[in-house]
Antibody
């Protein structure tokens, strides 16, 4: 059974750097044709795609946040990590990671983590 | 800058009504379009992928159509449990943009 679980701080201060970890199980980040995205949702607002890492390690970022985001993966730990610099109260949101099979087998983002709420406040 | 434009942003319909939500991509995405349902406080769930393929376990009253830049999600007979926000998303190439969402309520 494939699962994803987000972890990270509940509260960060303005200007700090946020580091979130998505721990996956049920498949291997090193040899599965699976990509992982980070997506966020401010309270009462829409989903916003942030960043994606493909199985072959290519990375893509939201244009509006590109300068602040870094996505990476540690296959030995089965983790995908997102860092976001210079946090601001408008970044307060639930942050999700989600997986997508690549190629013809894709079912879009069919498996999501439960999300982790991050509040930015001094 | 790539965009997914979804409409309407909200709708209210009666139980049994046919409901249609549209999504327009700012460039051709062939059929790499998914529809998600998100109920309050819950994780999004994929309903439709490849524009018209029904995800396993999703009721057949949900259907998707379209290709290229224009796509539609239809609920053939709205049920109380369909109260949710629905999102479209391209998933072929970055940016993997979501539409702005459509909140569906019961009249």
């Amino acid at each position: 059974q494939v699962t994803l679980k987000e972890s990270g701080p509940v509260l960060v201060k303005p200007t700090e750097t946020l580091t979130l970890t998505c721990t996956v199980s049920g498949f291997s980040l090193s040899n599965a044709r699976v990509g992982v995205s980070w997506i966020r949702q401010p309270p009462g607002k829409a989903l916003e795609w942030l960043a994606h890492i493909f199985s072959f390690d290519t990375k893509s970022y939201s244009m509006s946040l590109k300068s602040r985001l870094t996505i990476s993966k540690d296959t030995s730990k089965s983790q995908v990590v997102l860092t976001m610099t210079n946090m601001d109260p408008v970044d307060t949101a639930t942050y999700f990671c989600a997986q997508i099979k690549e190629g013809a087998a894709s079912l879009a983002f069919d498996i999501w983590g439960q999300g982790t709420m991050v509040t930015v406040s001094s | 800058d790539f965009q997914m434009t979804q409409s309407p942003s909200s709708l209210s319909a009666s139980v049994g009504d046919r409901v249609t939500i549209t999504c327009r991509a700012s460039q051709d995405i062939t059929n790499s379009l998914a529809w998600y349902q998100q109920k309050p406080g819950k994780v999004p769930k994929v309903l439709i992928y490849a524009a018209s393929a029904l995800q396993s376990g999703v009721p057949s009253r949900f259907s998707g159509s379209g290709s290229g830049t224009d796509f539609t999600l239809t609920i053939s007979s709205l049920q109380p449990e369909d109260v949710a926000t629905y999102y479209c998303q391209r998933y072929d190439n970055a940016p993997l943009t979501f539409g702005g969402g459509t909140k569906v309520e019961i009249k």
